[in-house]
């Protein structure tokens, strides 16, 4: 992959600024390291490409995991998540998600953020795919990931030592001469000369600026989603670790087969709740298929999905939901009293998806509702150490951006809001006493015209291939296309230096990396599924594909790490 680009074109800094330390990103990961980083180092500045309440935080549904019930512990915890993420995980680091999650929980709720109550007054928890108790805190129903964003992004404005720039994209990371951080250059759209590009100065950088949705074209991620971050951070030599792991999630609402860009979620709550899948012809198709049925971890439920669809020739399945608020064994799904019970309960405990189903044409109080597949969450990204560190001094990574190892070959449902928080607090425990010195950058950009930039009209065509041959379902023939066809958009030069361009090189930057981890993986393991090769080998491999860039080639290797063992905590499921 000689073609990547050493920094993205982009005009002379027309500003400059300096920082102690920036934070890229405003979900709940960067505006969590934010706030517990204020106090302990004098100036914090926070880069976000759009407003403060635009990325994915906002979007999640479901909830927090954490062991927050009576029943619950941490152990607990532990196994479900080494038993979704197939093998991949890192145990130390899942100990510290499991083990830390719950106070982090705890000091959202005292940052301001208010989750859902049962009458006695305690949390309100339910359970989601994968999880085998009920420990997923939830607020306003089915709008978590709002909530959560709306109590940090009050925090942060009552923190006047916290400065926020909105509609800001960072081009590239800033090194100095030691290879180390030295600041970042910004586009802040729509200001100042020479297209608003700035050059900010600062001790450390914090990776806070979430996944890579947009390669694919269904997703349920933001339209920012474009792997800015991942793609940065592999420019300025950061190691990348396990990109072909990404989670499609099973039950998006299938809105046709032209529909583009991001797709409407159906929680996994819902299933939590009692909702089941059927093929076209009524069918349960999950029983037999795991123990948790239409609750087995989401690889299993895709797979089992796209298997189906493949049976039948049909393009999705269908959720059935008409049943929530009922009393066990009704027949009763549409008339009457029962039609009206399903209504207050789907007003009550999902009134934003039944908003949105209903927005495009479908009841679920009456109707199935569609549901396929699609693009969801990155397991891989920048790989990290267990407090965040990066593989570049001054670089920190935590929440989507990053691999810390909670997540190994697929994510548990609801453990991505904890990781952004435990993690971001762990940041903050170590950055403070690391603080490099305000270094001088070896450089901010290439300066010559387009070089090294594809179009932005380019990010339609690197969406299709990718769907169509690095989807859910991969083989060798399809991918090694994709990386051919890949490769030649890489050829075609930009005209323009703009956002577009920049966005779609990052994506092509980070689809060509996952494509080739896609195509050197000859196994099935949670979210990567090679039909040619459809076991799991642990013989062969157990460990984990690293890309590195250096001198503008980008190199895959491998490295072996024994499978997680979740029967190291067996029996602590009783």
Known sequence: MKWLPGLLSSRDPGWTESADVIVVGSGIAGLTAALRLRGQVERIAVVTKDVLAAGSTQWAQGGIAAALGPEDTPEQHEVDTLVAGAGGCDLDAVRVLVSEGPDAVRELIDWGAN???DPAGNLSLTREGGHHRDRIAHANGDATGAEIQRALIEAVKRAPEILVFEHAMVVDLVTAADGGVAGLTIHVMGEGDADGVGLVRARAVV???GGL???FSQTTNPAVSTADGMAIALRAGARLRDLEFVQFHPTVMYLGPDSRGQQPLISEAVRGEGAFLVDGEGNRFMQGVHPLADLAPRDIVS?????RMLETGQ???????????????SDDRVGGEARAAVSRFWERRFPNILASCRAHGVDPVTELIPV???CHYASGGVHTDLWGRSSVPGLYATGEVA???????????????LEGLVFSRRIAEVLPGELRLLQEPAGHGTHEGSA???PGSALKQVQEIMSARVGVLRNAAGVADAVSLLGEIAATPADTIDRAAWEATNVLSISLALADSALRREETRGSHWREDHPERDDAHWAGHFDTVMSDGAATLSFSESPATDPSATEGVLT
């Open 115 to 117: 989750f859902d109550k």
């Open 207 to 209: 990776l806070a600026s």
């Open 213 to 215: 949705g947009q390669v």
């Open 303 to 307: 797979k089992a999905i796209m298997k």
């Open 315 to 329: 393009p999705n399945m269908w959720l059935d939901a008409r049943h929530l608020g009922l009393e066990p064994h």
């Open 372 to 374: 396929a597949p699609a």
């Open 403 to 417: 691999c810390s190892g909670v997540h190994g070959a697929n994510r548990l449902a609801s453990n991505s809001l």
């Open 452 to 454: 090294g930039l594809v």
